[in-house]
């Protein structure tokens, strides 16, 4: 699934499905602090149990509502196999807590520019002819 319709896909479950499903009241609100331990502790065992590496790039606490789903929007980007599997399980598993996870892209590294890589594998199929 593309992170942009991965993004749409939690949006529209965030804001048009009512706060029952969260089952948490302005007074079980997490703390940040706790948000965070919560989404580092829910991090570590979904990584280990899908192998895929998952990057927390923010925790951002939403101004209370009687219709937000979450409390809580956490964004990531994440690396491996099972990765989609993984935004499902964070989803599920944080829900609960009042958490919802979406997945950023990943930034391409701007120190390797992406033409050399390409280039390398180009040339070891079909090496340049020297004079």
């Known amino acids: 699934m593309k992170p942009r319709t ?3 896909l939690a949006l529209i479950a965030a804001f ?3 706060s029952p ?3 948490l009241s302005d007074d079980d609100r997490l703390t940040h602090e706790e ?3 919560a989404v580092s502790d829910l991090v570590e ?3 280990r149990d899908y192998e895929c590496k998952i990057v927390v790039t923010s925790v951002k606490a939403l101004a209370p509502s009687d219709r937000a789903v979450g409390h809580y929007f956490v964004s990531f980007t994440s690396s491996g196999l099972r990765c989609d599997q993984a935004l499902t399980a964070l989803n599920d598993r944080g829900s ?3 958490l919802v996870f ?3 892209e990943r930034p391409r590294d701007k120190a390797e520019p992406f033409e050399e890589p390409i280039l390398d594998l180009l040339h070891e199929i079909d090496p340049p002819v020297k004079d």
């Open 45 to 47: 065992a979904v990584s």
């Open 21 to 23: 499903s969260t089952g």
């Open 16 to 18: 048009s499905i009512g």
């Open 102 to 104: 979406l997945q950023r």
């Open 35 to 37: 948000a965070e331990k």
């Open 6 to 8: 991965t993004l749409v």
């Open 96 to 98: 609960s807590r009042g």
